[in-house]
């Protein structure tokens, strides 16, 4: 990432309330609406061979539940029938039956490997529709939400490869010419990583581009652009103008390949040596008494053809008439009369040095050589983790009159554990191909992600020390490119307690934040309001003047939850069989 800007997320201190004093649970009741599905909704659920943390996050723990922020309290699914279905809510006391608006052309049963279908709305007017059989919609859907406007019409329909999710689209307007983006997300095998788990990840950017030649209107696929990394991204969204991407993510991504297939060439020095690391020429082990070096040989290379020279403090390697192999003052004396070597039967040089003083452990063989790898047996790993033990306990204080009491983990608490502390948000750049910012988030851990404004890219929430922090990406601002729009107190404290949650989200108003379990409970965390009646707080005598809430509902399903949105009045929550819709906040 040579060249790219090294950036910080500023928090706006206004925004924070350090003197927050926790949620307080209301039992009002929460106004909870429920209609059946006509078909249940098109779930798939991953195979045998889709077994790696990465497919769980990628397709496991998908959202079934699409929300359209173009329009208000308005929400799409695909059900087993191959069928988009809508409902659009102006009124909770009468609600309509969820809707047709799209029927897609294949017949889903007859794929084995496919994944979910997935929808993004890219506009206003324009929605990308992936069937998960590897095969992309651009549709043009006219003003949504209204049986009277809404039309589905597929404008280009292609075969992408292989089977992808949508993970982001946007529309825009560019030299006179309309195109989309969409960016693809694939779990794919990787035949050449066999110390990982198997997989890597790609993201393919694909730019679809109105074409108009003597007459015929019609839209095909202008350029593609794959990047390659190890990890799913928790964030990927492409900008509004189309020129750049950020991506949120445990291990780093990089372009691959551009839209003719050739591959990307990285001239970061740094990227170099870590991706063309070579064997090491040689590798030692040692006891207390003795120091064993082996060095692989090539096949022609005879025993006349070795000379091995040993001194007190030095050791020389050369084979036949070639400059030295190995050459340099070791790390201590050695007892050179007694040193040998020999030619072992799978073809390498194994040379012993006895150490002249017994027991000191050397820190390298010889002086200076990065070149060899230390190997070391299970046995002085047992005896160095033995020698560390003193330094950590499993009870609270072993030795109370200790001046230094060894640090026990029990003393940590779950939500101050980061699975994830080295991920980092990148900007990369649509002609360059490279990364122009990068912010290592350390700590920061990744919420969730929402739409606040349509126009604008998905923000998304970090955790900040115990609160959660929303930011707002500006690709059209480098000097404010993230930019801290509101915090939900505590919020990063609080969700760590709920482990079998599922889904976050928020209101687009910042009103609340909710989280949901795998199976009927929903938790919504209200923010600060001023207080309709006067409240003292007991142990201080001061009047408090607002307060914020904690509320629970529980559903009346047995099925997982499959889907979860917010918006600025309601949830809506889909199960296999049921959408919910709870009242949160009233218009005004």
């Known amino acids: 990432m040579a060249g790219a800007a090294h950036c910080s997320l500023q928090a706006k201190r206004l925004l924070l309330d350090p003197k927050f004093e926790g949620y307080k649970l209301s039992l009002e009741p929460l106004a909870c609406y429920q209609l059946g599905l006509d078909a249940a909704v098109a779930e798939v659920k991953l195979r045998d061979d889709q ?19 173009w329009y208000q309290d308005n929400v799409y699914y695909v059900d087993q029938c191959g069928r988009v279905m809508n409902l659009s809510v102006t009124l909770d006391t009468a609600l309509q039956k969820p809707r047709e608006v799209f029927r897609l052309p ?9 994944l979910c279908a997935s929808i993004h709305f890219s ?30 019409e597929i404008v280009f329909n292609g075969e992408l490869g292989s089977p992808f999710i949508i993970a982001h689209s946007v ?59 190890k990890s799913v991204p928790h964030y990927a969204a492409i900008e509004p103008n189309g020129d750049g991407l950020m991506i949120v993510s445990y291990k780093p991504f990089r372009f691959m390949q551009d839209e003719d297939g050739k591959l990307e060439e ?55 008439d070639q400059p030295p192999l190995m050459e340099g003052k070791l790390s201590s004396s050695v007892d050179h009369e007694n040193c040998t070597w020999i030619i072992t039967e799978n073809k390498s040089l194994e040379i012993s040095l006895i150490k002249k003083n017994e027991g000191p452990r050397w820190p390298e063989l010889i002086v200076g050589d990065t070149r060899g790898e230390f190997i070391m047996d299970s046995s002085q790993c047992a005896a160095i983790t033995e020698s560390l ?71 998304f929430c970090l955790r900040h020390d115990v609160d959660a922090l929303l930011w707002q990406p500006h690709s059209d601002q480098p000097e404010n490119m993230w930019e801290h729009i509101a915090t939900f107190n505590a919020l990063g404290y609080v969700q760590a307690s709920k482990q079998d949650k599922k889904f976050m989200a928020c209101a687009p108003d910042y009103s609340y934040a909710a989280l949901c379990e795998c199976l009927r409970r929903v938790f919504i965390y209200r923010q600060p309001t001023p207080l309709s009646t006067v409240l003292y707080n007991r142990k201080e005598g001061r009047q408090v003047g607002q307060v914020a809430k904690q509320l629970v509902a529980t559903l009346e399903a047995n099925d ?9 009045e309601r949830l809506f929550v889909l199960t296999t069989k049921t959408l919910f819709l709870i009242k949160v906040n009233s218009g005004n």
Not at 51 to 69: E, I, K, P, Q, V
Not at 106 to 114: G, K, Q, S
Not at 123 to 147: F, Q
């Open 106 to 114: 294949t017949d889903l049963t007859a794929y084995d490997n496919r």
């Open 560 to 568: 997982p939850i499959l889907g979860f949105q917010a918006t600025s």
């Open 389 to 459: 033990m003193h330094l950590t306990s499993e009870v609270m204080n072993p030795n109370p009159e200790k001046e230094n009491p060894p640090c026990n983990a029990q003393e940590l608490e779950e939500c101050d554990a980061f699975l994830e502390d080295s991920a980092s948000l990148c900007r990369f750049d649509g002609d360059t191909l490279k990364v122009t910012h990068v912010i290592n988030l350390g700590s920061n851990q990744y919420l969730f992600s929402v739409v606040v404004d349509p126009r604008e890219m998905p923000c």
């Open 266 to 320: 990285n001239d970061d020095d740094d990227a170099k040596s870590t991706d063309e690391k070579t064997a090491p020429l040689y590798y030692w082990q040692q006891t207390e008494d003795d120091v064993t070096v082996t060095v692989q040989i090539p096949e022609d290379i005879t025993k006349d053809d070795i000379k091995v020279r040993f001194s007190p403090d030095n050791l020389c390697v050369t084979l036949k």
């Open 51 to 69: 077994y790696t943390l990465d497919h769980m996050r990628a397709f496991g723990m998908y959202n079934y539940l699409h929300l359209d922020s």
């Open 171 to 229: 529309s825009f307007v560019k030299s006179d010419r309309h195109s989309v983006a969409v960016l693809l997300l694939r779990v794919e095998k990787d035949e050449l990583d066999t110390k990982g788990s198997g997989f890597h990840i790609t993201l393919e950017w694909v730019t679809i581009a109105e074409i108009s030649k003597e007459g015929d209107h019609r839209y095909e696929i202008f350029k593609r652009r794959v990047l390659q990394g």
């Open 123 to 152: 506009s206003s007017t324009w929605v990308t529709l992936s069937d998960g059989t590897g095969k992309l919609y651009l549709i043009k859907s006219g003003k949504r939400g209204s049986s009277a406007s809404e039309k589905w």
